[in-house]
């Protein structure tokens, strides 16, 4: 009776499950594989690359001949120059030089390309890379999101590469999102192993909540709708004006 006993206690302790693993399940299916989230990646940051070249162009053909018109000025609300011309474009000042925030973009998208092929190489990089990736995508959304709503509402004029790059960065930053979550296992708790060692071991699981707002799809509906939302407010702030010849 007393060994039947011990016997159950052993096998109830061994069987425990770490705190946490059961709460989610694994994050499964082509649509949160490294292929897809970074492929996705890949292509909005070139999309974005593309439009900083394009943007860096035109700022030092604008700097050459300050009176001519760009290709993309077409009334005065859709106006590159307008923006172009103004003090938003150029926020970054050293050694007495302005510097084009064109410039700064090929730079950062030349780093997200990069870690795109990093992870469509199934790469698993270490957790202080992928966080940093993380927060460094977050920070080029905040700076497009702030130069986008200083056009909008400030300037008054919009800049159709500066909005593909608005557009291309706010993707590259949901696809890196999704990455860093399905493929990179991040943000991942620590367990309490069930034995009597003390010991702590990595669950490969993201938190449920989490881990549920991607498995569901439910990720796919807000970038939808984010997308939507952004695209409705600029129609309403310049109504007609838009399509104005």
Known sequence: M?????????????????LGLAEARPLIGWRHSATWTYLIM?????????????????????????????GCDLNSVVSCSAVAQSWQAEIVKFGGLSYPNAFFGIAAESVFITIAVIGLARVKVPRWFATCTWLGGLAALA?????????????????????????????????LSHATVAVQGLPSRKAVAADDSDSEADVAA??????????????????ILW???IVVLIIVTEGAALFAV
Request: charged share 10%; hydrophobic share 45%; aromatic share 8%.
């Open 2 to 18: 007393t060994r039947n006993t011990a016997t159950d206690t052993s096998s109830s302790t061994t069987n425990t499950t770490p």
């Open 206 to 223: 993201v938190p449920a909540g989490l881990n549920k707002y991607y498995r569901l799809n439910i990720d796919l509906m807000v970038d």
């Open 42 to 70: 890949l292509i909005a940051s070139a999309v974005a690359l593309g439009a900083s070249l394009i943007l860096s162009a035109e700022t030092l053909q604008l700097a050459r001949h300050p009176e001519s018109a760009l």
């Open 143 to 175: 700076y497009s999101y702030w130069l986008s709503t200083q056009s909008l509402f400030v300037i008054h004029a919009l800049c159709p590469w500066c909005l593909t790059l608005m557009f291309s960065t706010t993707i590259q930053f949901m696809a």
């Open 227 to 229: 997308i939507v939302a």
